[in-house]
């Protein structure tokens, strides 16, 4: 008798054990990770729309929490998803530049995500040498990519797809999401864009538009880099000195030649030819539609141009190109965000929106990153978590990319290893300020001499000041305050106004590369190989 009723009795216990295991299974929250490639918040309408309207990207800030402070640890593409994928500094994980390798041996969070359950899955630029690990299902473009009919790595080696790049990615990560994501598994999903890195090439649709229209240049626009050191005199980035006249404007290279233009680098002509025959037929027809005029409108005024009108030419072509980049990203966000509505995974799924790094939109005369000045330190982040993040929420606190790898970990109830260096943002997302305690970050820049030559430097930046070592060829210190001189116009390091302020910050700067484990030594490691 008494086995008869054990029977059911242990039926029910397990087939509960069983349902509860799947509500908790089901519990565990989606993550989808949105990243572009040099996506500058200044061309994102949630921070500010003097230049774009983001309607897409701004849905996640409306839903959620928009980061003003949010900041990378080495402003470029390579080492910044390394820092992203192993939570550590790039001294330590060996990603110092874009031209050093990664170190293969280094624990990435994807593989803590697949040994916990969870689905995972890759689209679109990785960048960052190797093929990624701990992901189920990926396909990334091969070292920066191209803008048209890209080519893929892929767990089943290389493919080309014909189309434009940033809506073959969101065809891609949408394809996965409709057709072979396992709805037993939370999922962690990379949608990561090319766009809108240089040479920015945007689709049809938006060439069309953004041809058309005229955008407010920046103040410091023709900055001439006095009050600075020498870091920012002799980069290489300046828009109307640096830039490809073929290559990044678009004027036909054969044009310069009859124009008598000295090619901006020794690729400039080279960049537009190879984009040409990237085409099909029809992409090149397309193309030449829209910007043959602008070249031959261009022959017309070039005679008599100023270089000062040359540089406001410059920079339209530039905005035109760049934001057209954009708004295909912010197209696709819409249809990913729009599938989570309508699959009705919104509710348990957090989307992050965020670049590898900031980006110069002309400010200080500039394009491209690399420096610890602001556009290109700081990077876009926005976070939306429904029934966690309060709508409509905003933050100011110092987070940086190196803190994505432990906030996941976090949100997934996943045990982060000792050895990351990042902090989980969660307390902050959950709206308790009290529960951070982080008050300063720290910055290396490595790649010098290299592309653009921006000075190797480290530094310190709290939400009230920057203080930055200039090294190797240099050894120039500059302290900016970002309250009261936010276009960090004025290096106040030898005023003694701030005697104080650097003295305070060269202690806790001293403390912050101790606890990270960098070091002179290391310093010295990097420049070395630079001489090999
Ligand atoms: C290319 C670009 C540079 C850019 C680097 C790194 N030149 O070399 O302007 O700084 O990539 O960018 S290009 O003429 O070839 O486009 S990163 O985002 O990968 O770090
Ligand atoms: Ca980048």
């Known amino acids: 008798m008494k086995y008869f009723l054990f029977v059911p009795l242990l039926a029910l216990v397990l087939s509960f054990t069983a349902c509860s295991d799947t509500v908790k299974e089901k519990q565990r929250p989606n993550i989808v990770f949105i990243m572009s490639d040099d996506h500058a918040y200044q061309a994102i309408s949630a ?30 593409c390579a080492p910044s998803r390394a820092t992203i994928l192993t939570g550590k500094h790039c001294h330590l994980h060996g990603k110092i530049d874009n031209i050093f390798p990664f170190d293969t041996t280094q624990l990435t969070f994807p593989q803590l995500f697949q040994d916990a359950g969870y689905q995972t899955a890759m689209f679109g630029k990785l960048h960052f040498g190797n093929n990624p690990k701990g992901i189920d299902e990926f396909k990334i473009l091969p070292g920066q ?38 709805p037993e598994k939370p999922f962690l999903l990379f949608y990561l864009h090319k766009a809108p890195h240089r040479n920015w090439l945007p689709a049809e649709r938006h060439f069309k538009e953004f041809t058309k229209k005229t955008f407010p240049e920046p103040p410091t626009l023709f900055d001439d880099y006095e009050g600075r050191g020498t870091a920012a005199k002799e980069a290489e980035m ?3 000195l640096h830039q490809n006249w073929a290559g990044d404007s678009k004027l036909r290279p054969e044009v310069m030649d009859k124009l008598g233009i000295t090619p901006a680098s020794k690729a400039d002509q080279r960049i537009m030819q190879n984009t040409y025959r990237r085409f099909t037929e029809e992409q090149l027809a397309a193309w030449n539609e829209v910007y043959d005029p602008i070249t031959e409108d261009f022959k017309e005024r070039y005679p008599s141009m100023t270089e000062k009108e040359q540089m406001s030419w410059k920079y339209q072509r530039y905005m035109q190109d760049y934001l057209g980049c954009i708004a295909a990203v912010d197209d696709g966000v819409g249809t990913v965000l729009d599938y989570l509505d309508e699959s009705g995974l919104t509710e348990n799924t957090i989307v992050v929106y965020t670049s590898d790094q900031g980006f110069y939109l002309g400010e200080h005369g500039w394009f491209d990153k690399r420096f610890i000045y602001d556009e290109s330190f700081k990077t876009p982040l926005l976070v939306r978590w429904p029934g966690t993040v309060q709508p409509g929420s905003k933050n100011d606190e110092m987070v940086q990319n190196l803190d994505f790898a432990q906030t996941f970990l976090d949100i997934a109830g996943i045990e982060a290893p000792s050895d990351m260096q ?24 490595y790649e010098y001499p290299g592309a653009h030559m921006v000075k190797r430097h480290y530094g310190i930046v709290t939400r009230e000041y920057k203080l930055a ?45 101790v606890k990270y484990e960098d070091s002179e030594e290391l310093d010295q490691k990097f420049i070395d190989l630079y001489q090999k």
């Open 47 to 76: 921070y500010s729309d003097h230049l774009i309207q983001t309607p897409n990207i701004d849905r996640i800030a409306d839903e959620g929490m928009l980061f003003s402070n949010a900041c990378v640890s080495n402003s470029i």
């Open 422 to 445: 990042g902090e989980s943002i969660v307390p902050l997302l959950k709206g308790d300020v009290k529960g951070w305690d982080r008050d300063a970050v720290y910055y290396h820049y």
């Open 145 to 182: 990519g191209a803008y048209y009919n890209p080519d893929f790595n892929t767990n089943d080696g290389k493919i080309r797809i014909e189309g434009y790049t940033t809506d073959v990615i969101t065809d891609l990560t949408m394809d996965w999401m409709k057709n072979r994501r396992d």
């Open 238 to 240: 300046n828009i109307l």
């Open 469 to 513: 070592h200039f090294y190797d060829d240099v050894d120039e210190w500059e302290l900016y305050d970002r309250k009261n001189d936010p276009m960090e116009m004025q290096n106040e390091f030898n005023n003694p106004e701030y005697a104080s302020v650097v003295a305070e910050l060269e202690e806790k700067l001293a403390e912050l590369r």
